[in-house]
């Protein structure tokens, strides 16, 4: 196994995985073979906050690490096969995935368990967030108003808090049990501002002069019918000139995706048809893939876009 002492939060979360699931030890060893030295940092601060919301788990850490197993063999490896075999996702509508998953509380939560350690492990997980720790939200000017749509488990939420640059965090999601465990895991690590969590659907939010400079949607967009929609709602929350962060995945195929963004490409051009102006993007491939390999093979690409409004 790769030798991560170094940083001590990556070698105690990816010892105890690989001492759970032995044989995803090469997997692991190909994730952070190519790791740049930024990256792999910034993977040891978020496996320290793993380490610090695993007693918050049902199972505690070895909770998560087989929750993590169970999101990559039992939840995306069935729609990888359909994905390769169909060319296309398995659901394609929001009732369907609704009906699936969002209904199915133990599943959620297995699924939100196995997804928080992918943050660390899956490549292009790893380096979407690292990115917005490292790139994106040292950028904003002092005094940014920053609203996270769909915050989930936390992390983005969490960074966001602890930067000195921004200076109020809010956070809508339209299911309470995704509200009440972001406010549980901003608790766990130690977040000690304010942070305005809300029941909100963003398509519905009612009027009001509340503007936001900082908006962040991360792996939102994929599980919406119509992302050029969610896009505009959102950016009309966006004083002028403020930034919406987004990432969202291209050909990764899960049981709640049912819009299926191509390339990188088609995700800037998501971003420009809702009207708003491109200022950043980045591509990051999936574990043992360089982006020219993944877009030939239709294999996962985070796709990070920076979008300005006008």
């Not at 030890?25 to 380490?51: G, H, Q």
């Not at 049981?255 to 971003?271: G, K, R, Y």
């Amino acid at each position: 196994m790769i030798d991560l002492t170094d940083h001590p939060n990556l070698h105690r979360l990816t010892s105890h995985l690989v001492e759970r699931w032995p044989d995803h030890s090469d997997y692991v060893d190909k994730s952070f073979a190519d790791r740049t030295p930024e990256v792999t940092a910034s993977s040891d601060r978020i496996a320290a906050c793993i380490l610090k919301l695993a007693p918050e788990v049902e199972g505690g850490l070895d909770g998560l690490c087989d929750d993590y197993r169970f999101l990559c063999e039992k939840i995306v490896l069935p729609e990888e096969l359909h994905f390769r075999r169909h060319n296309r996702y398995r659901l394609s509508s929001f009732a369907e995935a609704e009906k699936e998953c969002y209904a199915n509380a133990p599943f959620m939560a297995r699924y939100m368990n196995g997804l928080l350690i992918s943050n660390v492990i899956w490549h292009n997980h790893a380096c979407a967030i690292s990115s917005y720790m490292r790139e994106y939200l040292p950028s904003r000017p002092q005094g940014t108003d920053h609203l996270e749509i769909g915050p989930g488990h936390g992390l983005f939420l969490y960074f966001a808090a602890i930067s000195p640059n921004v200076a109020s965090i809010s956070g809508w999601d339209v299911s309470p049990t995704s509200i009440e465990q972001t406010r549980r895991a901003l608790h766990a690590l130690g977040v000690d501002r304010p942070a305005d969590l809300t029941l909100q659907n963003m398509f519905e939010a009612p009027a009001s002069d509340r503007r936001y400079d900082s908006i962040v949607m991360s792996e939102i967009l994929e599980h919406l019918e119509d992302p050029v929609a969610a896009l505009k709602a959102a950016s009309a929350w966006l004083r002028p000139g403020g930034t919406i962060w987004v990432n969202v995945p291209a050909n990764s195929p899960a049981p709640d995706h049912i819009f299926l963004v191509q390339s990188p490409e088609h995700a800037c051009e998501l971003v420009e048809s809702a009207g708003l102006e491109v200022v950043g993007s980045h591509a990051f491939p999936m574990t043992g893939a360089t982006l020219e390999k993944a877009r030939k093979r239709k294999l996962a690409i985070s796709c990070v876009v920076v979008g300005r409004k006008p």
